[in-house]
Nanobody
Framework: QVQLVESGGGLVQAGGSLRLSCAAS????????MGWYRQAPGKQRELVAS???????NYADSVNGRFTISRDNTKNTLYLQMNKLKPEDTAVYYC?????????WGQGTQVTVSS
């Protein structure tokens, strides 16, 4: 059972930046992929960004060019650098890890962007 703990959320003004972290309870080196998802009130959870074991990345169109996903295998941590934040980025952000075809989720961290 992989445990994921997100941190780094908070309240920020539009145009500001935040960096989210996701600490895993075990080595992430062998994770097939990891990613960040978000869910705004009344909306479905959506993929924000993902990164594979060979560090190939994928971004939602809405965040491409503003957000950067990265992983530090030595610290077993996934990151999401979020720049030029917009009010529509407000959501609970969840970390996801996929190992041996099983997906694991963190508890989420709230990001609120004020206009």
């Amino acid at each position: 059972q992989v445990q994921l703990v997100e941190s780094g959320g908070g309240l920020v003004q539009a145009g500001g930046s935040l960096r989210l972290s996701c600490a895993a309870s075990e080595s992430i080196f062998s994770m097939a992929s990891m990613g960040w998802y978000r869910q705004a009130p009344g909306k479905q959870r959506e993929l924000v960004a993902s990164i594979t074991s060979d560090s190939s990345t994928n971004y939602a169109d809405s965040v491409n060019g503003r957000f950067t996903i990265s992983r530090d295998n030595t610290k077993n941590t996934l990151y999401l650098q979020m720049n030029k934040l917009k009010p529509e980025d407000t959501a609970v952000y969840y970390c996801n890890a996929r190992k041996l075809l099983i997906g694991y989720w963190g508890q989420g961290t709230q990001v609120t962007v004020s206009s």
